[in-house]
């Protein structure tokens, strides 16, 4: 019987992981490796990048750091979730990866845990996304995949890996975004 309940309570446990109210409900951790989920953004227009330290798109980081400091105020967060799942271009630590990121950068939008995008072992977050029953189904082509978030917690828009944050596309839809409330 004690078998049967503990069974029973982590098939419940599983069900709940993997079908969550929200966004804003699947459990992350930030790069600190503290418990965390997106609830602190409610409200607010989120950016989710899927970020790498030695890629040719690594300079994006510029960029998004341009729209941090631009649309702040209005509302926009740019989220960074670290990635090797592409050519291995993310081996760092978390620590290293956030040492990169101020160092090179200056970055300031916060950082989470190295996660996976794709695989077997991709994060309920972009199962979320791009799941066979995501917002965007289809896999995460490379690095710097973009996926633009509403105030509301629903996903608006997917950018590809190749699109500069900073690109008149990227642009409106977060400027689009921000004026809806």
């Given at each position: 019987?004690?078998?049967?309940?503990?069974?029973?309570?982590?098939?419940?446990?599983?069900?709940?992981a993997?079908?969550?109210?929200?966004?804003?409900?699947?459990?992350?951790?930030?790069?600190?490796?503290?418990?965390?989920?997106?609830?602190?953004?409610?409200?607010?227009?989120?950016?989710?990048?899927?970020?790498?330290?030695?890629?040719?798109?690594?300079?994006?980081?510029?960029?998004?750091?341009?729209?941090t400091?631009?649309?702040?105020?209005?509302?926009?967060?740019?989220?960074?979730?670290?990635?090797?799942?592409?050519?291995?271009?993310?081996?760092?630590t978390?620590?290293?990866?956030?040492?990169?990121?101020?160092?090179?950068?200056?970055?300031?939008?916060?950082?989470?845990?190295?996660?996976?995008?794709?695989?077997?072992?991709?994060?309920?977050?972009?199962?979320?996304?791009?799941?066979?029953?995501?917002?965007?189904?289809?896999?995460?082509?490379?690095?710097?995949?973009?996926?633009?978030?509403?105030?509301?917690?629903?996903?608006?828009?997917?950018?590809?890996?190749?699109?500069?944050?900073?690109d008149?596309?990227?642009?409106?839809?977060?400027?689009?975004?921000?004026?809806?409330?």
């Open positions: 019987m004690k078998h049967l309940l503990t069974v029973l309570f982590l098939t419940t446990l599983t069900m709940f993997a079908d969550p109210k929200s966004l804003y409900d699947i459990p992350l951790k930030d790069i600190e490796g503290k418990d965390t989920t997106l609830k602190p953004y409610a409200g607010k227009v989120l950016l989710l990048v899927n970020v790498a330290s030695e890629c040719g798109n690594t300079p994006q980081y510029e960029g998004l750091q341009t729209l400091e631009k649309y702040r105020e209005q509302g926009l967060v740019v989220l960074g979730f670290p990635c090797n799942d592409f050519g291995a271009q993310e081996p760092g978390n620590e290293e990866i956030k040492t990169f990121c101020k160092v090179n950068y200056k970055v300031t939008f916060p950082m989470f845990d190295k996660l996976h995008v794709k695989g077997p072992e991709q994060h309920p977050l972009y199962a979320a996304l791009t799941g066979k029953d995501g917002a965007f189904p289809g896999a995460v082509k490379w690095n710097f995949g973009k996926f633009l978030i509403g105030r509301d917690g629903k996903p608006l828009k997917r950018i590809e890996p190749g699109t500069e944050p900073t008149v596309e990227v642009v409106q839809a977060i400027e689009a975004a921000l004026a809806a409330k």
